[in-house]
């Protein structure tokens, strides 16, 4: 039987405020962002911000950002 990975309640409830503030990002043209600079922009921490989207799959690249 497979384990199965479960998104706990409080990264859901972040996952709204995410998409807005991505969203409004790509439609200012921007195409990268670091963990540091949308924790800063959500009022939380990088750490929480790469441990959130770890949830989800690798999207980040060290030094690069978030496409």
Known sequence: MAVQ???????IKRLPKYYRYLTNLSVDGKEKI???ELAHMMGT?????????????????????YK
């Open 45 to 65: 921490t990088a750490s929480q911000v790469r441990q959130d989207f770890n949830c989800f799959g690798g999207f980040g690249q060290q030094g690069i950002g």
């Open 34 to 36: 670091s963990s540091s």
């Open 5 to 11: 990975n479960k998104v706990s309640l409080p990264v």
